[in-house]
């Protein structure tokens, strides 16, 4: 096993809209963080997998942060076989979270959980059918339930069909819907839109042999279809996500796309009306692979995306978060990682106008793959980055290489959905390796150092004093210094004979693990 280092900042509950730092999280096996939710303490709650913890050979890993990345409860779910996470949602009025994902017996089953802000069971449904069904997006509905996307076989062995569950917000099935073509379609993405309708984005190779399109369908409330569209295109597109601004009710679908431009592959963003038709298409890429996997907006219009992007022809692949503004110009485009894959699944816009993202990183110098946790300033910018240039990429237009077509029929599926025996169990998740850098402010809330008192702070911290008894006296002090000492674990210790004010504490702070013994 690892042997890991651990830090404790004790005043992080004081810690600015500065802060940024990159989070590494797992051990010797594989972890990856798939999607999260920001909490209204400025926290994380984060859902994905993990094959260090739990009960089975993989079972899926729950997260709660504080807002610098460090682990308040860590659990996994799962029974003695194979668990994967699908998707996650927060409610932030009554502080209950939404967990899908499937689990392995005799065949794959899709589960939903709800569970309080502390981790614990509220309730555990699972759908018991003969094949294999897989749930790929959760979300909370405006009348306290959920809809979920994804996928089942149990039609057709030789087939994949869309499956789409209502369930209200006791667990109990309020309708389901199953469709799709010959061929096999996967529902990745749903939401409620502006009408209080349900939008379900995927792909299905149904229409052309090996050749994925993009098909969208759409629901009343009550579970009528309402529209379906597939979008053919003569380049394999495949879904990865779907967003609705909230301030315009704008729908954006991201995903793959293989075009003509410089890569293999590129990112695919579009935008659909009301009636599932696409406005506008383009392809986004620079000289390799590139894959949009997350999208979101602020009220400016600006368009935020993240993924992965290949970068060298040796496979590397490194984490990226690009910026666009209204007119699709690009603002930034950064990159994060290492030498070998990094990942970024998911992301938010934080209330300081940063971003956060979620994913994971085979780049910590071990065999391993750890989760991963970043958030940025407001320029996508942290103080641990190791990449310095931009993502060279290119943007180009193909709206009108897209036909519309209508062909999914509908199933009929008798389902067993009951309560689960899936198991939830609480795992402590090492903090694989960290780096932040933050700023406390004590004018926006007080902090002092007494004479009874001692202040624990990382090794690297440096703090600006200033003495109580003569305010313009002021004294920087670090590692060095005679008040401020390392104890026994590392940590800076500050003491003192006189009462101090802390005017600013900057930290800068990069653990890394270390060989194993």
Known sequence: MHKHLYLLFILSTFVSHSQTFQNLYGDEGLEMFLDFRQLPDQGYLLGGNTTSYGLGSSDVLLMRTDGLGNAIWSKTIGLESHDYFGAL???KSTGELLVTGS???????????KLDLEGNIIWKKELFLNGTETAMSIKLTTDG???LTGMTNSLDSNSDDILIIKGDSSGELEWTYVCGTPGHDKGIAIIENSDGEYVAYGHTDGIRSNNHNTYLLKFSKKGKLLESKLHVSDNNQLANDMFMDEFTGDVYLVGDTETKMKGNIDGLLSKIDNNLNIEWSKAIGGTYSDHILAIKTDI????FLAGSSENT???EQDGFILKLDPNLDIIYAEHYGGDHKDVFYSLTITPDGGIACSGSSRSSGSKSMQAFLVKTDRDAQTSCRNKESELNFEISDLSSDIKRNSGFSKHKLELNWNDSDIQLSASE???????????VNPYLTESNISNTETTELSENAQLILNDKKDNQSQKELNKNNSIASLNSSGKMMISSENDFNIIKVEVYDCLLYTSPS
């Open 103 to 113: 689990t392995n017996n005799s065949h794959e089953n899709i589960f939903v959980l």
């Open 145 to 147: 339930g959920f809809i």
């Open 313 to 315: 022809e040796a496979d």
């Open 429 to 439: 998740v090492s903090l694989f390796s960290k780096c932040s850098h933050g700023i």
């Open 89 to 91: 949602d927060f409610n």
């Open 300 to 303: 400016e219009g600006n368009v």
